[in-house]
């Protein structure tokens, strides 16, 4: 049942005009972004070309030379991540058809299936394009050759660092169209989540403005930015960017993809447990799975932070450990929503805090 309504549901989302209008957007501008390589770089010799899959839009490498699409992608991202899927339950709610299909399978099945065909949707609105790029780009351009737009010697150290920095640096190193391909998917697997987020967002709170649901991932991804800013210099970088642009240099934090994907994926399970049946919510077995979710969902988000943090995350070891101690206050403050036991709510608190208020 939950398969044949996703199936259903991505289909229908797939031909909203929202969904062809992000399509038609990211076309446009890989396109443009082809054009252009074309027109600047023809008849260049193979030995002074660059690596061609380092001219995709989605390359960070570009900005050593020109990055116009690449910088709009970026700009525009973080808004239109939310516009192929994201209005998909707010939509349903307003025309009746979430009563319809409540009915008919089960409100925890519709939203099941809203879910997953609006991570589908938003991942293949987001993949289509881009792979589409390379896909004319390594006809177009010769596969041969090497250059990097830095213009730094392939046996250069400074050019090996910057290789020693890309997410994913083995497949690159393999070949650079399977790096290229596997990023755009991952590209593709994040929009999903996001759009996803969007959706759970809309379950959880009700907005009367459909632009407001834009705010959600927009505010996630540019919140990392803002992060970025206030951590210390020389040590990484948080900003979302720098890991889903393909071919990125930057020096990162290994613990940040997994923090963030449990940031978000915590509190999509916390946004759909509002909008679940108050049956469903009564069942004392169905939040002993929630519980043991969420407390992974903490745990995993404090042991990513743990495992990297000294001396690779700051120089100052306080830092991580109160980032540590700001998850496992959040499982606290889980627990005592759903046991109500003051006991083990200061049992926890202090566990959490008791080894760093001296810090």
Same mark, same amino acid.
């Given at each position: 049942?939950?398969?044949?309504?996703?199936?259903?549901?991505?289909?229908?989302?797939?031909?909203?005009?929202?969904?062809?209008?992000t399509?038609?957007?990211?076309?446009?501008l890989?396109?443009?972004? +082809?054009?252009?390589?074309?027109?600047?770089?023809?008849?260049?010799?193979?030995?002074?070309?660059y690596q061609?899959?380092? =001219?995709?839009?989605?390359?960070?490498?570009?900005?050593?030379?020109s990055?116009?699409m690449?910088?709009?992608?970026?700009?525009?991202?973080?808004?239109?991540?939310?516009?192929?899927?994201?209005?998909?339950?707010?939509?349903?709610?307003?025309?009746g058809?979430?009563?319809?299909?409540?009915?008919?399978?089960?409100?925890?099945?519709?939203?099941?299936?809203?879910?997953?065909?609006?991570?589908?949707v938003?991942?293949? /609105?987001?993949?289509?394009?881009f =792979?589409?790029e390379?896909? *004319?780009?390594?006809?177009?351009?010769?596969?041969?050759?090497?250059?990097?737009?830095?213009?730094?010697?392939?046996?250069?150290?400074? +050019?090996?660092?910057? /290789?020693?920095n +890309?997410?994913?640096?083995i497949?690159?190193?393999?070949?650079?169209?399977?790096?290229?391909?596997?990023?755009? =998917?991952?590209?593709g697997? /994040?929009?999903?989540?996001?759009?996803?987020?969007?959706?759970?967002i809309?379950?959880a709170?009700?907005?009367?403005?459909r632009?407001?649901?834009?705010?959600?991932?927009?505010?996630?991804?540019?919140?990392?930015?803002?992060?970025?800013?206030?951590l210390?210099?020389?040590?990484g970088?948080?900003?979302?960017?720098?890991y889903?642009? =393909?071919?990125n240099?930057?020096?990162?934090?290994?613990?940040?993809?997994?923090v963030?994907?449990?940031?978000?994926?915590?509190?999509?399970?916390?946004?759909?447990?509002?909008?679940?049946?108050?049956?469903?919510?009564?069942?004392s077995s169905?939040?002993?799975?929630?519980?043991? *979710?969420l407390?992974?969902?903490?745990?995993?988000?404090?042991?990513?932070?743990?495992?990297?943090?000294?001396?690779?995350?700051?120089?100052?070891?306080?830092?991580?450990?109160?980032? *540590?101690?700001?998850?496992?206050?959040?499982?606290?403050?889980?627990?005592?929503? *759903?046991?109500?036991?003051?006991?083990?709510?200061?049992?926890?608190?202090?566990?959490?805090?008791?080894?760093y208020?001296?810090?």
């Amino acid at each position: 049942m939950l398969l044949r309504v996703t199936a259903k549901q991505t289909k229908f989302l797939l031909r909203q005009k929202e969904a062809v209008f992000t399509v038609t957007l990211l076309l446009w501008l890989v396109i443009g972004n +082809y054009l252009g390589n074309v027109w600047k770089f023809r008849g260049t010799d193979v030995s002074q070309m660059y690596q061609s899959m380092k =001219l995709l839009t989605l390359s960070y490498n570009r900005v050593y030379d020109s990055a116009d699409m690449t910088l709009l992608i970026t700009m525009l991202y973080p808004f239109l991540v939310a516009v192929p899927a994201g209005f998909s339950y707010i939509r349903g709610h307003r025309t009746g058809e979430e009563v319809f299909l409540v009915t008919r399978i089960g409100r925890n099945t519709y939203l099941a299936g809203e879910l997953l065909s609006a991570f589908l949707v938003t991942a293949i /609105v987001f993949c289509i394009p881009f =792979l589409f790029e390379i896909v *004319i780009t390594a006809v177009s351009f010769p596969m041969e050759a090497q250059g990097d737009l830095s213009n730094w010697g392939l046996y250069s150290p400074e +050019y090996a660092q910057m /290789v020693d920095n +890309y997410v994913g640096k083995i497949w690159y190193i393999s070949s650079p169209v399977g790096y290229a391909v596997l990023g755009t =998917l991952c590209f593709g697997i /994040v929009s999903g989540i996001l759009g996803m987020f969007t959706v759970g967002i809309s379950v959880a709170f009700p907005v009367k403005y459909r632009v407001l649901l834009l705010l959600p991932a927009a505010v996630v991804l540019n919140g990392t930015a803002w992060l970025d800013a206030a951590l210390p210099k020389g040590m990484g970088t948080v900003s979302w960017y720098e890991y889903l642009l =393909l071919f990125n240099d930057s020096p990162k934090y290994v613990w940040f993809p997994v923090v963030g994907a449990t940031v978000i994926l915590g509190m999509l399970l916390v946004c759909c447990r509002a909008g679940q049946d108050p049956g469903l919510r009564a069942d004392s077995s169905a939040q002993r799975f929630q519980r043991r *979710i969420l407390s992974w969902l903490l745990h995993a988000g404090a042991s990513g932070i743990y495992a990297a943090h000294v001396p690779q995350f700051c120089d100052d070891d306080a830092f991580g450990e109160k980032l *540590i101690s700001v998850f496992l206050y959040c499982k606290c403050l889980y627990i005592q929503q *759903i046991s109500r036991t003051p006991e083990v709510v200061q049992t926890g608190i202090a566990q959490a805090f008791g080894g760093y208020l001296s810090v």
